[in-house]
T-cell receptor, first 117, second 115 residues
Framework: DTEVTQTPKHLVMGMTNKKSLKCEQHMGHRAMYWYKQKAKKPPELMFVYSYEKLSINESVPSRFSPECPNSSLLNLHLHALQPEDSALYLC????????????????FGAGSRLTVL | AQSVAQPEDQVNVAEGNPLTVKCTYSVSGNPYLFWYVQYPNRGLQFLLKYITGDNLVKGSYGFEAEFNKSQTSFHLKKPSALVSDSALYFCAVRGSPAAGNKLTFGGGTRVLVKP
């Protein structure tokens, strides 16, 4: 299995709703990432998990709450979002770069397109 | 701080003609350079990377890229473009551990290959 699977593909939510985005991979990757991508823009890093522990939080607002329950799953819990949070949310995974060689390749999922009304 | 510049928002090319997508970078230390492609409503797919060694890197789908240290460039090339190559292309750089080993993307270049 060489894929990263994201669900749901599309999500519409109101500003008072609570919802979650899910990501799953079975490649044995121990680093997992959440990116946010606005239309026609590059992906922006939100969070990085390494060995199921949060290693990077790019000063993301607390209305986004990541969770890594095990080595194959990554969730992004959403609460009290704003319309400007509407975007494509991409999950990615990679080998952990223990040697800090920087060479590891990220495998991306197809994304979850979120619309906040 | 590390950065990547893709000077062209869009590149138009006729099918069968050579395709070049430009990328320049700025990073402390040795750069690790990547090209990813994104098709509509899809995630990013890895094309190729430069870590060390030969300056000409060959990747997926007939793409190649040339690392030029003096010009801090990593341009993506394909000798003969296909209509199916129409997509959004991102150059990315990963710098030193001091920079958090983060992957920084350029702004993207939309490639349109016309029949």
């Amino acid at each position: 299995d060489t894929e990263v699977t994201q669900t749901p593909k599309h999500l519409v939510m109101g500003m008072t709703n609570k919802k979650s985005l899910k990501c799953e991979q079975h490649m044995g990757h121990r680093a997992m990432y959440w990116y946010k991508q606005k239309a026609k823009k590059p992906p922006e890093l939100m969070f990085v998990y390494s060995y199921e522990k949060l290693s990077i939080n790019e000063s993301v607002p607390s209305r986004f709450s990541p969770e890594c329950p095990n080595s194959s799953l990554l969730n992004l819990h959403l609460h009290a979002l704003q319309p400007e949070d509407s975007a494509l949310y991409l999950c990615a995974s990679s080998q952990v770069d223990m040697g800090f060689s920087g060479a590891n390749v990220l495998t991306f999922g197809a994304g979850s397109r979120l619309t906040v009304l | 701080a590390q950065s990547v510049a893709q000077p062209e928002d869009q590149v138009n090319v006729a099918e069968g003609n050579p395709l070049t997508v430009k990328c320049t970078y700025s990073v402390s230390g040795n750069p690790y350079l990547f090209w990813y492609v994104q098709y509509p409503n899809r995630g990013l797919q890895f094309l190729l990377k430069y870590i060390t060694g030969d300056n000409l890197v060959k990747g997926s789908y007939g793409f190649e890229a040339e690392f030029n240290k003096s010009q801090t460039s990593f341009h993506l090339k394909k000798p003969s473009a296909l209509v199916s190559d129409s997509a959004l292309y991102f150059c990315a750089v990963r710098g030193s551990p001091a920079a958090g080993n983060k992957l920084t993307f350029g702004g993207g270049t939309r490639v349109l290959v016309k029949p």
